[in-house]
């Protein structure tokens, strides 16, 4: 099984910055993709960015692009949300998710998830 650990969520006033971990299980772990997604309260999860693991093809929801960089750490199974100029809006459980089986859908598909890390934007 592969097992995702997040950690760095936390408070942040809007417009400061805050930067997720996710430590993938495995000397050998490999993944197509690597992604975090986002479950507001009361709200679907959604697609938030994603990088090949292989690669540095990344992938950004339009409400993120500019703000949000996905990056990774191929040697220490790692990957990180580096979060700026953050917005009330960005308040949510983030998960990091691995996609083991295919490339062709960095948007969704991904099959292991980790538990979850609690962003919370005030004004």
């Known amino acids: 099984q592969v097992q995702l650990v997040e950690s760095g969520g936390g408070l942040v006033q809007a417009g400061g910055s805050l930067k997720l971990s996710c430590v993938a299980s495995?000397?050998?772990?490999?993944?197509?993709?690597m992604g975090w997604f986002r479950q507001a309260p009361g709200q679907e999860r959604e697609f938030v960015a994603s990088?090949?693991?292989?690669?540095?093809?990344?992938y950004y929801t339009d409400s993120v692009k500019g703000r949000f960089t996905i990056s990774k750490d191929n040697v220490k199974n790692t990957v990180f949300l580096q979060m700026n100029s953050l917005k009330p809006d960005d308040t949510a459980i983030y998960y990091c998710?691995?996609?083991?089986?295919?490339?062709?859908?960095?948007?969704?598909?991904?099959?292991?998830w980790g538990q979850g890390a609690q962003v919370t934007v005030s004004s």
């Open positions: 998710a691995a996609n083991t089986v295919t490339w062709s859908t960095p948007r969704s598909g991904f099959n292991h």
């Open positions: 495995g000397r050998t772990f490999n993944s197509y993709l």
């Open positions: 990088i090949r693991w292989n690669g540095y093809n990344t």
